[in-house]
């Protein structure tokens, strides 16, 4: 599973890398970065409202964005995993933060 977090889910980002998810971090997000994260099968996750809306209306079905409702990132990280059948065991290997840079682009930054 492939997502793609907006700049409210930076801390969750990072979780869903360290357990293992093909996740980027869009930072500041605009079209142009949603739209590519779309095409690429991500899921796309925010916080915000109007911005879910507006992708929602614009570039998307349901099933390719998700509104998180927790505040804490730990709670996040419990919801989307519980969304999407993403099992929290200690079976997950840690990514190392070298790893990521390597495959850090301007579009897809490693949360620092």
């Known amino acids: 599973m492939r997502f793609a977090a907006d700049s409210m889910l930076g801390k969750l980002a990072k979780w869903l890398r360290l357990i293992g998810m093909d996740t980027v971090y869009l930072g500041k997000s605009d079209v142009r970065k949603i739209k590519k994260a779309l095409e690429e099968g991500r899921i796309f ?3 915000n409202t109007k911005l879910y809306d507006f992708v929602l209306k614009k570039l998307c079905t349901e099933d390719d964005i998700y509104l998180v409702q927790a505040n804490i990132p730990r709670e996040q ?6 969304k999407f059948n993403i099992p929290l065991t200690r079976s997950f290997r840690p990514v190392s933060y070298t790893h990521l ?3 850090e682009t301007s579009l897809h930054l490693v949360c620092r």
């Open 101 to 103: 840079r390597a495959h």
């Open 77 to 82: 990280l419990k919801e989307v995993a519980l």
């Open 45 to 47: 996750l925010t916080r």
